[in-house]
C-alpha cells in the first residue's frame, strides 16, 4: 500500500512541478516589456503617465516572476524524487529477465533500431 501511495505522492509533485513551469513561463512573458522600459527608472527625464503604468504595471509583474521562480524551484525539490521513482519505473522495464533475456517490453529507441 505504501508503494502505491509513494507513486500517487511522486505524480502529484510532477503534476505541481508542470503547473509551477507554467506559471514561470507565463510570468517571464508577461515581465518581459519591463525589461525594455526599467532603464527609464535610471534616467533624468521626468516619466509621462504612460511610462509610470507601464513601470507600475511592470513591477507587479517582476514581483510575480520572483514569486513564480520560487515556487518553480520548490517544486522542483519536491519533485527530485519523483524523478528517481519514474527512472527506476523505466529501467524495470528494460533489466533482462533471469535467463538474460529482457522481458520482452522495448522502448522507442529500441523499436525504431529494430524497424531500420
Do not use: C, W
Not at 511610462?51 to 521562480?69: D, P, S, V, W, Y
Not at 518553480?72 to 519505473?89: H, M
Amino acid at each position: 500500500m505504501t508503494a502505491n501511495n509513494d507513486a500517487m505522492a511522486a505524480i502529484e509533485s510532477l503534476e505541481a512541478l508542470l503547473k509551477a513551469k507554467i506559471k514561470l513561463q507565463d510570468a517571464q512573458v508577461e515581465a518581459q516589456p519591463m525589461l525594455q522600459t526599467v532603464s527609464l527608472l535610471f534616467e533624468p527625464d521626468p516619466l509621462n503617465e504612460d511610462q509610470k503604468n507601464i513601470l507600475r504595471n511592470g513591477l507587479k509583474n517582476l514581483r510575480k516572476l520572483m514569486e513564480a521562480h520560487t515556487a518553480y524551484g520548490e517544486a522542483v525539490t519536491q519533485a527530485e524524487p519523483a524523478r528517481s521513482l519514474v527512472n527506476q519505473l523505466f529501467e524495470s522495464q528494460l533489466k533482462p529477465a533471469a535467463n538474460g533475456k529482457t522481458d520482452g517490453k522495448t522502448t522507442p529507441v529500441e523499436e525504431k533500431a529494430a524497424v531500420k
